[in-house]
């Protein structure tokens, strides 16, 4: 209760949080807010490129689609690729990390080596080579970002832990008998949950990105799927005449991604330790 109070007293942490509840608010609730959700695949040709109005906040595409209405929509595909591709990475980079960080030796050397392989490919050209080879859609966005992220989280985990496990009540825990499992899980890694917080939640923007980038190269969500990148891409070739239709995603993406970095910032102040006795 005490970190949620701070976390609100901090105004950048807390408009970063209300920008990602709007988020998932704007994403379960698509279907009854969308004011044409049978736009999301219609086709209206003589509507096309409509500029922005009273009936069409956001003016209409080059289908004569309500732009605003596949915003939405394209809410719950980017909120689906974010979720699911950080929680895969989570779930495969926290237990490598922690074992490679409490065990010396073969095992920790090999799986930090194997992390080192992928962390020497830059993420965004990996994901566009896993993306290409697979082929557009939505699973394979998440596939090919949960393979490239899990090393950020194996990194921070191992580093965490290659310092906690020399710590006195580590030290005590093994001396009373406790099993490694149990050490590693007991002990070690809910004091490395903060670190994990703020990770995720920057780790969240920046997938998000990257998502927006591999639609943008056709690799995402195909048409008509209403995927935020995959709509910039499509408007390129109607600017500057019609800039609502790239402008709105544009927006949507920089006012997300800025959410979760408002919030990682905010959380690391108020979770790490060392920041907050420095702030005295």
Do not use: C
């Not at 209300?18 to 086709?43: H, K, M, Q, R, S």
């Not at 095992?107 to 830059?122: E, H, K, N």
């Not at 994990?196 to 995402?220: D, E, K, P």
């Amino acid at each position: 209760m005490n970190a949620l109070k701070r976390l609100m007293s901090d105004r950048a942490a807390a408009l970063g949080a209300l920008l990602i509840f709007g988020l998932i608010v704007v994403a379960v609730l698509a279907p009854w807010i969308a004011p044409y959700p049978e736009d999301v695949t219609a086709f209206h040709l003589a509507d096309r490129l409509q500029p922005p109005s009273a009936e069409h906040l956001f003016g209409t595409d080059r289908m004569g689609a309500d732009v605003f209405s596949r915003l939405l929509f394209g809410a719950r595909i980017t909120i689906t690729i974010a979720v699911i591709a950080v929680g895969v990475a989570v779930a495969i980079g926290v237990p490598i990390g922690l074992i490679a960080g409490y065990y010396d030796g073969f095992t920790g050397g090999f799986l930090m080596r194997t992390s080192d392989i992928f962390l020497a490919v830059p993420q965004i050209v990996l994901a566009i080579a896993i993306a290409q080879t697979l082929g557009p859609s939505v699973e394979n966005v998440i596939l090919a970002l949960s393979v490239t992220y899990w090393p950020f989280w194996a990194r921070l985990v191992y580093a965490e832990t290659k310092s906690l496990k020399k710590q006195t009540f580590v030290e005590a825990a093994q001396a009373l008998g406790a099993s490694d499992w149990r050490v590693m899980v007991m002990h070690i890694l809910p004091n490395t949950a903060s670190a994990i917080i703020v990770r995720t939640s920057i780790g969240m923007g920046a997938t998000i990105l990257t998502a927006a980038a591999l639609g943008f190269l056709g690799l995402g969500a195909p048409p008509p799927t209403p995927e935020w990148g995959r709509t910039i891409s499509e408007a390129r070739e109607f600017l500057p005449d019609a800039w609502w239709y790239a402008a709105a995603p544009g927006l949507a993406i920089f006012l997300v991604v800025m959410g979760f970095n408002l919030l990682g910032d905010g959380l690391r102040d108020i979770l790490d330790p060392k920041l907050r006795k420095g702030s005295r």
